[in-house]
């Protein structure tokens, strides 16, 4: 068991509405980072926070925004949701280098939240 | 920029038989390689890794060497079992920067 949690599992939404996942990061981990895995590709890196601060970001529109809170869990948040939004969200945790700037290597996974948009 | 290229699949093997899956990578300096695994219905967990030039990584009878002169991170073991069917990633990182993921290799070994 890796310890990071997701929720929700699975979820529908339509064209246009905003949503919210969340991920508990496994205890001790400083680092989240969210990563959007369209079926058949690999997971693609969204951005990644550590100790509170947003510090990378691939390449994905401001409408795509994230918090991580005090105890290191985090959200993904997505407005004006398109129907190439639909994917396997992933949320992993890692412990941060004292560079701070985050991942220096194994990252944990989550199972991850599906996101339909119809 | 950085980038990953893994052989495209799925792999359909025998038991017992010999595997090979190919990871070529593009990348400045220096990064650290990995492969992850990710069985059905389970999130992505890392096998194996390698931080440095002439590394092999190792696990579970995997095996992959860090081939700077080629800029390769194949991944191989040689008796694959019907558990090791799974999709499995090659990455590589920066120390402190973003993770590249490769498109995943589909594995299904038959008994």
């Known amino acids: 068991e890796t310890g990071v949690t997701q929720s929700p599992t699975h979820l529908i939404k339509t064209r246009g509405q905003q949503v919210t996942l969340r991920c508990s990061s496994q205890?001790?981990?400083?680092?989240v980072s969210w990563y959007q895995q369209a079926l058949g590709q690999g997971p693609q890196f969204i951005f990644q926070?550590?100790?509170?601060?947003?510090?990378g970001r691939g390449n994905f529109p401001p409408r795509f925004s994230g918090l991580q809170f005090p105890n290191y869990s985090s959200e993904l948040n997505v407005n004006a949701l398109e129907l190439d939004d639909s994917a396997l969200y992933l949320c992993?945790?890692?412990?941060?280098?004292?560079?701070?700037?985050?991942?220096?290597?194994?990252?944990?996974f989550g199972e991850g939240s599906r996101l339909t948009v119809l | 920029g950085d980038s990953v290229t893994q052989m495209e699949g799925p792999v359909t093997l025998s038991e017992e038989a010999f595997l090979t899956i190919n990871c070529t990578y593009t990348?400045?300096?220096?990064?650290?390689l990995f492969w992850y695994v990710q069985y059905p219905g389970e999130g992505l967990q890392l096998l194996l890794k390698?931080?440095?030039?002439?590394d092999k990584g190792s696990n579970k009878g995997f095996e992959a060497t860090y081939r700077k002169e080629t800029t390769s991170f194949h991944l191989e073991k040689g008796s694959v079992q019907v558990s090791d069917s799974a999709v499995y990633f090659c990455?590589?990182?920066?120390?402190?920067?973003?993770?590249?993921f490769g498109t995943g290799t589909s594995l299904t070994v038959i008994p």
């Open positions: 992993a945790s890692s412990l941060g280098g004292t560079s701070g700037r985050g991942n220096t290597g194994e990252l944990f």
């Open positions: 205890s001790g981990h400083n680092t």
């Open positions: 390698a931080t440095k030039a002439d």
């Open positions: 926070y550590y100790r509170e601060e947003e510090n």
């Open positions: 990348a400045t300096g220096y990064p650290s």
């Open positions: 990455a590589l990182i920066h120390p402190g920067n973003q993770f590249y």
